[in-house]
């Protein structure tokens, strides 16, 4: 089982569509969670971290769940500018180590007009 | 500007022939990180640097070096390359200092090494 895992998608919405992707990682310990979007084989930008409470940004909305062990991303009236890979972080914490970061391989979207 | 530089941001060579990838940052970040990016697999990390002269491996080490002598710069060194290794890289920094994996990272534009 992969630590981090994400469905690949392609998810394809209408614009203005809400849509929700999910994460999970298999590490309970795990202690730091984020979403970043990658456009088009660019580098990978912050979208935002993930917090225990729950946090928005505009339209963006993160969750985690430490009993089922998945994080989520909520995504309302999509863009076309939405359009991209958005990728799942994990920060394992193994062995109180706190240098790596674990990726999911990415869930597509595609916001159509 | 702040920013992560990698050089060269394309590049073609055949096997065995050794390379570096050259990474900087003008952010006096102290964290800083080597990634691969292929299909299907995600970004796996290759090494990481907490500060200067401390470097660990990440989930793919095999096959690569690196070295950290200034905070500013962290190459990533392919000893004798082999075709498994064509891949698009990515270098990436963070400040901070305990829990550095828990930062923003900033990543470099991307190189994409193809090895024949």
């Known amino acids: 089982r992969k630590e981090v895992e994400q469905d690949p998608g392609p998810f394809n919405v209408p614009e203005g569509a809400t849509v929700a992707f999910n994460c999970t990682y298999s590490?309970?310990?795990?202690?730091?969670f984020f979403w970043y979007r990658q456009d088009c084989r660019k580098e990978p930008k912050l979208l935002m971290s993930?917090?225990?409470s729950g946090n928005e940004d505009g339209r963006f909305t993160a969750q985690l769940n430490r009993a089922s062990q998945y994080i989520s991303l909520l995504i309302r009236d999509s863009k076309l500018s939405d359009s991209a890979t958005y990728l799942c972080?994990?920060?394992?914490?193994?062995?109180?180590?706190?240098?790596?970061?674990?990726f999911g391989q990415g869930t597509t979207l595609q916001v159509k007009p | 500007e702040a920013q992560v530089t990698q050089n060269p941001r394309y590049l073609i060579t055949v096997t065995g022939k050794k390379l570096t990838v050259t990474c900087s940052q003008n952010?006096?970040?102290?964290?800083m990180s080597w990634y691969r990016q292929d299909p299907g697999l995600g970004l796996r990390q290759i090494y990481y640097?907490?500060?200067?002269?401390?470097?660990d491996k990440g989930d793919v080490p095999e096959g690569y070096k690196v070295s950290r002598k200034e905070k500013r710069n962290f190459p990533l060194i392919l000893e004798s390359p082999s075709p498994n290794q064509t891949s698009l890289y990515f270098c990436?920094?963070?400040?901070?200092?305990?829990?550095?994996?828990?930062?923003?990272?900033?990543f470099g534009p991307g190189t994409r090494l193809t090895v024949l």
């Open positions: 952010m006096n970040h102290e964290y």
């Open positions: 640097s907490m500060n200067v002269e401390v470097t």
């Open positions: 993930v917090y225990s």
């Open positions: 990436a920094s963070s400040n901070g200092t305990s829990g550095m994996g828990s930062n923003t990272q900033y």
């Open positions: 972080v994990v920060n394992p914490r193994r062995n109180s180590n706190t240098g790596k970061l674990i």
């Open positions: 590490n309970s310990a795990s202690q730091s």
